[in-house]
């Protein structure tokens, strides 16, 4: 734990996790929106310094993984010559591996962990419905766009939950139609709609759905599901 303090200090201390080190890693993460760990990896390796880095971002090595490294390496400069009386177990090989750790694993994890709470926060807005929230099929991800789904019968209801910044707010409307085709296939082939969740982390740090009124629609089209499998 000492040694996690010490790696934590100093890697915010020289702000060696700042955009201009690291990239713009919520931004980045979200619009990547990983299916698993590996993908956001891939991701964060291969675009990133294309599309995620501020004006005047130089990258140090002739790839991102070296380029880890060398803030890794940087970070093990700063520690072993500033702070070497507290930090006698810190090796090098610890810094290249917590700048990993932090650039890449904590931010899947905070990023799965935000949506898990709005999966959270849609249960119990839909808990008068007795209503089951289960998780896609990988394939239902890949074919439909679908992140979970309520069982109606014989029928579904599709939700795929997507989380946003505020600077992506105006954009919603990109969102539903690159997605379109896939969720209309859904509606085709499942008899139920698509409902997409916007999630977003508010000034008090906590997570949210953006579009409220996206529950309503939800309640709603389980409601006609219902009562179409009740007329037939």
Same mark, same amino acid.
């Given at each position: 734990?000492? %040694? ?45 310094? %294309?599309?995620?880095?501020? %004006? ?21 400069? %700063? ?33 799965? +962990? ?20 289960? +998780? ?45 085709? +896939? ?15 916007? +999630? ?33």
């Amino acid at each position: 734990m000492a %040694k996690e303090w010490v790696l934590n200090k100093a890697f915010n201390r020289w702000q060696l996790n700042r955009p201009k080190f690291v990239g713009m890693l919520m931004e980045a993460i979200r619009e990547c929106d990983p299916r698993d760990y590996k993908e956001w990896e891939e991701y964060y390796y291969t675009q990133v310094p %294309k599309k995620h880095v501020p %004006k005047g971002w130089q990258m140090f090595g002739e790839n991102m993984e070296a380029h880890l490294e060398e803030i890794g390496r940087r970070l093990y400069a %700063k520690i072993s010559e500033q702070l070497k009386h507290e930090v006698e177990e810190v090796t090098v090989e610890d810094c290249i591996e917590y700048v990993r750790e932090v650039v890449l694993l904590r931010i899947y994890q905070g990023y799965m +962990s935000e949506r898990k709470t709005v999966y959270g926060q849609i249960e119990e807005e839909l808990k008068e419905l007795d209503i089951q929230l289960c +998780s896609a099929p990988d394939e239902w991800d890949q074919l439909y766009n679908v992140d979970f789904y309520v069982p109606v019968g014989e029928k579904a209801v599709g939700i795929q939950i997507k989380p946003i910044s505020y600077s992506q707010a105006p954009e919603l409307h990109q969102w539903k139609e690159w997605m379109k085709e +896939s969720h209309e296939k859904f509606e085709k082939e499942r008899g139920g709609k698509v409902f997409i969740v916007f +999630s977003i982390i508010t000034d008090k740090d906590t997570k949210s759905i953006y579009n409220q009124e996206v529950v309503d629609e939800i309640r709603q089209e389980i409601e006609r599901l219902r009562t179409s499998s009740v007329d037939s």
